[in-house]
Nanobody, 126 residues
Framework: QVQLVESGGGLVQPGGSLRLSCAASGSISSINTMGWYRRAPGKERELVATITSGGGTEYIDSVKGRFTISRDNAKNTGYLQMNSLKPEDTAVYYC????????????????????WGQGTQVTVSS
């Protein structure tokens, strides 16, 4: 089993910063793309940023220049550094990852599966 656990959310004033973490644990062979999504009240979930296993990154326009996605492959952990936060960044933030795991009963074989974290609340308000 694989789990993704987010942390680092909270209440921050406009202009402030937060750093979200996403720790993957369990039967992990390797991690492909990791991403951060968010769902604001009354809105659909949207993709915020992604990072490939090689470090390539993409962002939605509204967070470019303010948010930075990164990862530590040795720790199986992803991060989202959020600076210059705005009230419209208020949302539940979710970590997502494509993770390879080894079959326990088939030698030299593995499978790829997509996983979600439980979400962490980010509130930007004065």
């Amino acid at each position: 089993q694989v789990q993704l656990v987010e942390s680092g959310g909270g209440l921050v004033q406009p202009g402030g910063s937060l750093r979200l973490s996403c720790a993957a644990s369990g039967s992990i062979s390797s991690i492909n793309t990791m991403g951060w999504y968010r769902r604001a009240p009354g809105k659909e979930r949207e993709l915020v940023a992604t990072i490939t296993s090689g470090g390539g990154t993409e962002y939605i326009d509204s967070v470019k220049g303010r948010f930075t996605i990164s990862r530590d492959n040795a720790k199986n952990t992803g991060y989202l550094q959020m600076n210059s936060l705005k009230p419209e960044d208020t949302a539940v933030y979710y970590c997502n990852a494509d993770i390879w795991s080894d079959y326990t009963d088939i030698p030299n074989s593995r499978y790829l599966r997509n996983y979600w974290g439980q979400g962490t609340q980010v509130t930007v308000s004065s």
